[in-house]
Structures are given as C-alpha cells and as structure tokens.
C-alpha cells in the first residue's frame, strides 16, 4: 500500500476519532441536562420544549435554506486555494446571505406570531416567544457562517472543541435558567443557547475577518444566486422528508394503535438515528470538506469515497452485530419492557445500517458535485421509497415490515444511487470495498437469520461468535489500512 493511500486511511480515522468523541461528549452532556432539567420543567414543559421546537425547525427548513451544509461546500471549494482574497471575498458573501436568510426568518417569527403561537399551543399566550425568536432567527443564521468556516477550512480539532465548549457552556446555563424561571424559561434557553453558540464559534474563527465589504446588488446576485438555488432544492428535499415520516406517523396512529405501535417506532428511530447516527455525523464532519475541495477530480473523489465507505464497515459492523445481542436490554435499560416489542423492528432495519455505511459517502457526491437536479431527484426518490414500502410492508408484515422498510429502502436507494454516480461521474468500487461489502453484508445476513429463527439463548451463542470474527476482522482490515505498528512507533520517538 503506497504511502499517499495509507495517509489517506489514517486521516479519516484520525477525525471520526476526533468527531466520535466529540459527539459522545456532547450526547452525555446533553443527557446529564436533559435529567436535570426534566426535574425542574416536568412532563408539561418538556412538552412545550417539543412544540415549540417543531415549530421553530418548519420556519427553519422554509427559510434557512440550508444554509450551513451549502456555506460549508462554498468555503471548502476556496479554502486550498493559494489566492486567499477569495476565501476572504466568498465569507464576506455569506455573511450577507446569513443577514439575509435571518431576516426572513425573523420577519415570518414576528409578522405571525400570534398565528404560529395559537397553530403550536391552541392559544396566543406565547406569542411574545415567537417574537423574541425573531432575533434567535439572526443570531443562528449568522452563527451558521462562522460554523460553516470551521468545516469548510477542515479544522478537525478546533471544530471538535469549539462543538464541545458550546456544549457544556450551554448545559450549565439550561439549567441555571429553568431552576429560576421554570417553564417560562424554554424560551430563554433558546436565547442563551443561540449567544453562547455565536460567540464560542466567533472565538475560534476570530482569525477570519467578520467584516462585510461593500454592496454591489449585481455582484452579490451573480454569486449568491446558483447558492441559494441549491440551497432551495435541499431545503424542498428537507421538508418532503419531514412530510413523508409524517404521514408515516399518522398512518400508524390511524391503524388505532397509537400509544403502541408509534411508540416502538419512535424507539427504533432514537436508536437507529440518534445512537448509531453519531458514528455517521463523526464521518460527515470530516469528509463532506475533504470531498468538496476534490470534487472536480473523480479520480480523487472515487479514492476517498472507496476510503470512507471502507473505514465506515470496518467501524459499524463490529457494532451492529453485538447490537442484535444488546439492543433488548438497551430498550429495557433507556425506557422499559413494555417497549422490547420494537426489537422486531430492528431485526431487519440494524442490517440497514450496513448499507448505510456504504450509501452514505457515495450520497455525498451528488452533494459537492453541486448538480441540482441529480440532488432534488435521488432524495425525492428516497422520500417516496420509504413512505410506499413503511405503509405497504407494515400493513402485510406488521412491526417486523417496518424493519424490512429500513433495509429495502436502502438497498433499492443504494442500487439507484450507485448508478447515478456511475453514469454521471465515473465512480465505481474498489475491489478491497467490493471485499468489505461481501464479507460485511454476509456477517449481517447470519445475524438476522439467527435472531429471526432461532430462540434467543442459540441466537446469541451464534451472534456472539459473530462478534468475535467481525471484531478480529475489522481490526485485521484496519491495520492493514493504516498500520498499528508504525503508529505506535512513530508515538515512541515522539
């Protein structure tokens, strides 16, 4: 393995290390809070917390343009560049956007207020909350630019920090808030959140000019028009997504199940997005600025996404094997038994994740290649598959359909994407990626033939075994990748 490809292994392990811990920091800091908080707040408030956050996360996905993922492909395009004006000119077209997108946000927070507080509480006593979100929609918006230079520049570590000091800044001050102010301190949670999060980014991009030069209309428009159309077409993509698990949701509530059955799914979801999704947010971090900074040469892009989707299986399957032995008594330890039937649920939708890891880098492609259309058409496809196959495989298979939705989504999404790729920007597998992908993808079959026919003492013998091989595997696959060894060496003479 040549010396150029071994570093390329290494740096991507090197910031999902970074990232992962990063994220579990800040998953414990946010449990610790959200404990404590509970105490203070109760089930009422946590509620109002619920509502008022939806509400906040719709007027963002019609406004915001999604603003930070498009920032950050903008900066990381010029951030190599040896001409530093132009990193310096294209933060200073952010800026002006970020004032833009704020504004629009605002104005919809303050101007509806009175209707958004009677649409979210059935009254208009918290409309001054939605007013005073109008300055929390300037403030995030602005935010959003300065975040967006930290990943665009791929500053591992002070991405990292500057992710977990927020984090810790903001748990402290939660909860001096709602000890004080109770249930009418939500509101100013999200204010003193909103601050500490400007300013913690503020510092460590302190070495990036803040100042907005000049305005030139048709300058301005020439740049930030291609921006704010791509930005459009993720933020539709965005919002039919949240409609699609919507209609999911309600469907299930209409089935008469309600407290049921939506409940084993929204415990699936937790564990299969919140938990198992930290591993992939590590990955993103990290890669979508590496990629996009390549992203006009497809043989580099090819190399990296073969890298990543390598590193991914090597870092998940090992993970969700031993979660098809642990994931009942996790569901009995976070919430209750009453909850062990979502199991069935995750029989099929664990083996998802698989192909997740694979799916999930060659995704990023169409991403920072920038291609609209390509963009709007494979999430738009990807929304309707798992609206169709949730309602049609739940209504024959019951709980264990929504787990076969989960895999089947992936795989047509995966076979559909892959081609995408293929045609329009000559990707394909490597062949070690093609061996992972095998080797993976059987160790995951035999888990789910274990704990789908056998009883649960022989399906965890066999699971446990599983284990043991995909660990000695994976280890195997990853030091051939970057070699313990000469890490470890290299550390000694340091």
Same mark, same amino acid.
């Given at each position: 393995m040549s010396l150029e490809i071994n570093k390329s292994y290494r740096s991507i392990m090197k910031a999902t290390g970074v990232f992962g811990m990063m994220q579990v920091f800040r998953t414990i800091i946010s449990i610790i809070s959200s404990k404590v908080v509970a105490i203070y707040i109760g089930p009422i408030g946590i509620g109002l917390v619920s509502l008022l956050t939806n509400s906040v996360n719709i007027i963002t996905a019609i406004t915001n343009f999604e603003f930070l993922t498009v920032a950050t492909r903008e900066v990381a395009l010029v951030s190599g560049d040896e001409d530093k004006s132009k990193?310096?000119?294209?933060?200073?077209m952010l800026q002006k956007m970020a004032i833009i997108i704020g504004v629009l946000g605002a104005l919809i927070?303050?101007?509806?207020?009175?209707y958004l507080s009677d649409l979210t509480f059935g009254n208009k006593e918290k409309q001054h909350w939605f007013q005073l979100l109008a300055v929390y929609f300037l403030i995030v918006s602005f935010t959003n630019t300065r975040m967006a230079i930290l990943q665009g520049v791929n500053k591992i570590k002070a991405l990292a920090v500057c992710n977990i000091v927020a984090a810790f800044f903001i748990a402290i001050g939660t909860i001096i808030i709602y000890y004080y102010l109770r249930i009418e301190g939500i509101i100013w949670v999200m204010m003193y959140s909103s601050i500490v999060l400007l300013l913690v980014t503020l510092y460590f991009t302190r070495q990036y000019s803040i100042k907005?030069?000049?305005?030139n209309f048709n300058e301005f428009y020439e740049k930030s028009s291609p921006i704010f159309k791509f930005g459009f077409f993720m933020s539709i993509n965005l919002i039919l997504g949240q409609i699609a698990n919507f209609c999911i949701k309600l469907y299930l509530n209409d089935d008469g199940n309600f407290t049921q059955i939506l409940g084993y799914y929204e415990v699936s979801s937790v564990i299969l997005i919140n938990y198992l999704g930290l591993i992939f947010n590590a990955m993103a971090y990290d890669f979508?600025?590496?990629?996009?900074?390549?992203s006009s040469d497809n043989s580099k892009v090819k190399q990296v996404v073969n890298h990543q989707i390598e590193i991914a299986l090597i870092l998940v399957t090992p993970a969700i094997i031993m979660l098809y032995m642990v994931a009942p008594l996790m569901i009995e330890l976070l919430y209750t038994k009453e909850f062990l039937s979502a199991f069935s649920i995750l029989k099929f939708a664990l083996f998802s994740i698989i192909l997740k890891a694979v799916v999930f880098p060659i995704g990023y492609i169409i991403l920072v290649k920038g291609d609209k259309k390509i963009f +709007?058409?494979?999430? /738009?496809?990807s929304d309707i598959l798992n609206f169709v196959l949730s309602i049609v495989l739940y209504k024959y298979y019951g709980?264990?359909?929504?787990?076969?939705?989960? +895999?089947?989504?992936? /795989?047509f999404y995966l076979i559909y994407v892959y081609?995408?790729?293929?045609?329009?920007?000559?990707?394909?597998?490597?062949?070690?990626c093609k061996k992972l992908i095998l080797m993976c993808c059987s160790v995951g079959f035999l888990a789910i033939v274990s704990v789908y026919f056998l009883d649960t003492f022989y399906a965890n013998c066999i699971i446990s075994i599983l284990v043991i091989i995909s660990i000695i595997f994976s280890c195997k696959e990853l030091n051939q990748r970057i070699d313990f060894k000469d890490i470890l060496n290299r550390r000694r003479k340091k």
């Open positions: 990193l310096s000119n294209t933060i200073s927070s303050f101007i509806f207020s009175s907005i030069l000049p305005f979508y600025p590496k990629l996009t900074a390549l +709007f058409k494979q999430a /738009l496809f709980l264990l359909g929504l787990g076969l939705a989960y +895999f089947f989504n992936y /795989l081609q995408i790729v293929k045609k329009n920007y000559e990707f394909s597998f490597s062949n070690s």
